[in-house]
C-alpha cells in the first residue's frame, strides 16, 4: 500500500502547554493547524508514522534509522517531565528499508548511536497525534550532511518499503523554516532568512517538489532553516505520484519560521518523477561545461579518470599550451559533486617539473587520497565538476585588513602547523571566517601566535 499521506510540520517546544504555559498562543495558528494534522491522521488510521527529525542522530555520510524495538522520551529538557512518550519502532518497515538500502549500495541503515530517547523533533508532532490517535508504530528517520539529491533518493526507498511489504503509512516531515527571521528572535536576523520562507512556502504548497532540489545549499545554511532535508526526503516518498497540497499555516512571531502544509497521494503521475529529471538536468550541463572547460580542466579530468578507471598515472600529453609545460607553479585541484566538496588538494609550492605535472599529481590526489573522503568510485565519475587553480608566490601580510576573501588566499602558520584556504569560496564571506577555517584546518589553537601570508590565484573551470 502506498503511503497515504504526508505533512511538513514544524517542532516548537514551545507549541506544547505544559512546556509553553501560555506561551504557546503566540502561535495560536500553527497550534490550530497541528490539531488539523492530528485529526487527518487520526482518519487515515495509519499502521506506521514514519518521521524525518533534524534532531535525530544525523552524520555527515550515512542516515541513521532507529534501531531496537522502541524509544521513550520526555520534554524533561525543556521544563515539562510529565509529557512523556513510550514508542515502539514498525521493526518490520525499518528491516525492509534496510534491506532495499543494501541492495541498492545506499548509505542508510540502523548503524551507530544506539540511544533509545526520542528527540523534541520527534516528540512535538507526537504529541500532537497522540491526542488523537494511540495506535500506530513509528519509524525515525534521522537527516545527513550528503547532498539533497541522496534525501529524495532515501524517500523513494522509504516509498519503494513500504509498497512492498504493504504498510499503511503516513509522512510526517519535521522541520523548523528558518531561525533568522527577527532581530528580536534567538538567532537574529539574516536577509536570506525571510526570503527562504517565503519561497519553502511556495514550493509545499504547491508540491512543486522538484525545486526543493534546487535551493542552494549555502543559501539555506545562511538562512539557518533545520527542514529542508527532512522536506525533501518527504518528496521522495511521494515520487511520481500526483499530490493534492494545501497549506495550513505559516507563522514567524517569535523569529522562527513555522510552517504547516498537507499532502495527500492523488494517484500515479510520470511527470513527477523529480530525481529523473534532476539528474538528466544536471548530467547534460556537467557534459556541456565538461565541453567547455580549458586545457587545465580537462587535464585534471584525464588524470583523475584514467587513475579511477585503471590506476595508471598518466604521462603528461601532447598539445597542451606552451606555458603548462614551461613554468612551474603550486596548484589545487578541487571536485565537487552534487554542489558539495568531494575532494580538494593541493600543492603550495611547486613540487614537479612543470604546471602540466603537477595537476596531473595533485588531481589524482584530491580524487583519492583527501582524508575527509572515501576514494572517488568510478559510477561517480559522471557527476563530478573540477577546477584547478594555479597559486601565485604567496607574500607575508603584516594585517588581515590587507586580506581580500574574494581577490586573496591566506595562509596561517604557526611553527610546523600550517593552514591554507584558497579565495573565493562559497560559505566564506569574511576575513574572519577566511582564517578562523585556515587555523582549524592547522590545528592551531585559538590563543597560539600566528602569521599570515596571502596569496592570488588564476582559477580554471
Known sequence: ?????????????????????GGEKQIEATVRAYERVADEIAALLPETIII????????????????GAGASGSFSDFGASQVRFDEQYD??????????????????????????????????????????????????????????????RLGQLIKKAA?????????????????????????????EGPVYDERIMDVLSRASFGELLGFDETFCDKAAECGHRSFIIMA????????????????????????????????EDGSRRFADSFLSDKRAAIAGKNERSDAYVKLARKSLESYIRSGERIAVPDGLPEE??????????????????????????????????????????????DPRFDPIQPEELE????????????????SPEMLDVKRYGVIVTCGHKRGLLLPDLDGVDTVEQQIEIAKKKAGITEHEKFSLRRFEVIRHY
Open 236 to 267: 521522495g516518498a511521494l515520487d511520481g505520484v500526483s499530490v493534492k497540497a494545501e497549506q495550513l499555516s505559516h507563522e514567524d512571531i517569535t523569529g522562527v519560521g513555522y510552517g504547516i502544509c498537507t499532502f495527500f497521494p492523488d494517484g
Open 1 to 21: 500500500m502506498p503511503i497515504t499521506a504526508a505533512f511538513a510540520v514544524p517542532h516548537p517546544p514551545l507549541i506544547v502547554p505544559q512546556v509553553g504555559r
Open 324 to 369: 603548462m609545460l614551461t613554468e612551474k607553479a603550486g596548484a589545487f585541484v578541487s571536485i565537487h559533486k552534487h554542489g558539495q566538496l568531494r575532494g580538494c588538494i593541493g600543492t603550495i609550492s611547486p613540487v614537479t617539473g612543470c604546471v602540466a605535472e603537477e595537476i596531473i599529481r595533485n588531481a589524482v590526489s584530491a580524487s583519492t587520497e
Open 52 to 67: 524525518t527529525s533534524p534532531h535525530s542522530v544525523m552524520y555527515s555520510d550515512y542516515f541513521h534509522i532507529s534501531p
Open 163 to 191: 509498497d512492498t511489504i504493504g504498510t499503511n503509512a503516513v509522512f510526517v516531515a519535521s522541520g523548523d523554516l528558518s531561525h533568522k527571521l527577527r532581530d528580536y528572535g534567538p538567532y537574529g536576523f539574516a536577509p
Open 91 to 152: 521493526t518490520g518497515l525499518v528491516r525492509e528499508i534496510c534491506r532495499l538500502a543494501g541492495e541498492e549500495n545506499f548509505p542508510a541503515g540502523t548503524l551507530g548511536e544506539k540511544s533509545s530517547r526520542l528527540d523534541h523533533g520527534t516528540m512535538v508532532p507526537l504529541y500532537f497525534i497522540r491526542q488523537k490517535y494511540s495506535d500506530g508504530k513509528i519509524v525515525r528517520i534521522g537527516l545527513s550532511g550528503l547532498p539533497f539529491i541522496e534525501h529524495y
Open 383 to 398: 557527476w563530478l565538476e573540477i577546477n584547478v587553480d594555479v597559486l601565485g608566490q604567496p607574500e607575508p601580510i603584516d
